[in-house]
């Protein structure tokens, strides 16, 4: 296309992704007062051609062609694949985008754009979420810019998804035992592998990528001291991760659960997943995406609200029903797969109440004990 001014013109491509979007970029000046040189004043016949080696790529090929939002977040899975970091989140912010946001290209981004996308967010997740979205939305695009230098526009990003506030507030919501059990055997009722899964989570505490990652021989079944050695999360990133994700810790399981798992994996070899849908498949990395709709479904049958209560409710309310048992807060992190720097950061309202509980038996007492509460003790 030919843009008018009151100088030379601009030559501008716009480009269809074969999706029903486009983009568009001005690459060019038009030779109305300046003779062509073939590289920034253009003919109209070198401006054809330009624009094909612009959309297409240079060499025939797309490697040349302006980056989309699709193609920076492939870029960033594979990144993340390399570094044995967590492709997920890589794939986050696509459940949230637009398809034409994802078509186009990422030097042509703007702030406005970006922040009315995250801006329409809000009625649909919470701000904590948002802010996670975004930050792995960034770093795509940031991945992107590193490795073309033709994007210039990094303050769209830097603006258009500046984190939203008061969002870091964590969402680690508790729920009674009374309400867990609701939860497992609404579970079972809905599906019975669901059941297995959730009822594993609420016992164990795990993180559903840890417990998606059983084994059979991960059961280690005792008539009174059943456990599952349970694979460790891989959070953090970095070298190790891969290393840490191998390795196992012994979580102690109820004798109940111990007897379902070991009915629902009868006949299947050791090494298979201990856990499985019911079409017989594992349940992925990613098990949220599986279950994510069959779970609002068991949270608002048990009377309790989705955008509130999820699946992480189970661990949460895990690791309080420990520390309300007064098990040391080195064993709870243990048995948990963190640290105790974080349970007491995170869960500091809870060891509060309690510690009050505990410390209000050793006050001292400065009125005598009265005749009612005086008992005699036998010689």
Known sequence: MYRRNKTNGTWVLKASDGQGAYWTKGFGLADDFENSDGKNVLTFYEAQDAAKRLARGEDGSADSAPITVDGALKDYRRDLEARNANPYNAESPRVHLTNVLLAKPVQLLNPHELKKWRDSLLSKVTPATINRVCRCLCAALELARQHDERIQNRQAWEVGLAGLPDAQEARNVIISDDKVREFVAAAYGHDHQLGLLIDTLAITGARPSQVVRLRVEDLRDHPLRSKLMMPRSGKGGGRNRSKR???????????????????????????????????????????????????????????????????????????????????????????????????????????????????????????????????????
Do not use: C, F
């Open 245 to 379: 994700k191998a390795e196992r810790y012994s979580v102690p399981i109820t004798v109940q659960l111990a007897a379902k798992l070991r009915e629902a994996t009868k006949g299947r070899a050791d090494d298979a997943p201990l856990l499985l849908q019911s079409d017989g498949s594992p349940w992925g990395d990613n098990p949220g995406q599986t279950y994510h709709r069959h779970v609002d479904k068991i949270v608002t049958a048990v009377g309790l609200e989705p955008t509130v209560v999820t699946v992480y409710a189970l661990r949460h309310s895990s690791i309080v029903r420990m520390l309300l048992q007064n098990i040391p807060i080195r064993l709870v992190a243990s048995l948990h797969n963190t640290s105790s720097n974080m349970i007491e950061r995170t869960y500091s309202k809870w060891i509060t109440e309690h510690s009050d509980e505990i410390s209000r038996k050793a006050l001292l007492q400065h009125e005598p004990a009265s005749g009612d509460n005086v008992v005699t003790l036998a010689s």
